[in-house]
């Protein structure tokens, strides 16, 4: 569960993935917050990349608040799915994220991914 500062910015970060990979793209759904845009074999994915009616790819974008044990059943069915699952995380916590697959036997069934905000020029 995410509090309203984490919802932001995981709604920040889907927000960007989408303007960022739409030109690589055909298509770009996605989930942001409670949203059922799009559907992928009974899933909701923060993002899911595909073109032509096919789904290639699908990223989760986890705050510091789900990388724990309790969300492991969730990433394992979004494994099952059959599609290539990227887990987006701040770069900080890629560590934790990283330790936590390795733990629970998950390591080969995603990639891993890191994002960083910067600011400058303030």
Partial sequence: MYNLDE???????????????????KEVHTNPGEEKNFEVQGFYPDVAFGGYGQITQIIEVETENNLHKERVPYWESLARAGKQVTILV???????????????????????ATFDIVFENL
């Fill in 7 to 25: 919802q932001l910015l995981h709604d920040l970060i889907i927000h960007h993935v989408k303007a960022k990979y739409s030109k690589i793209h």
């Fill in 90 to 112: 701040a770069k900080r916590h890629q560590r934790t994220l990283t330790d936590l697959l390795w733990k629970t036997g998950l390591m080969g069934k995603f990639k891993v």
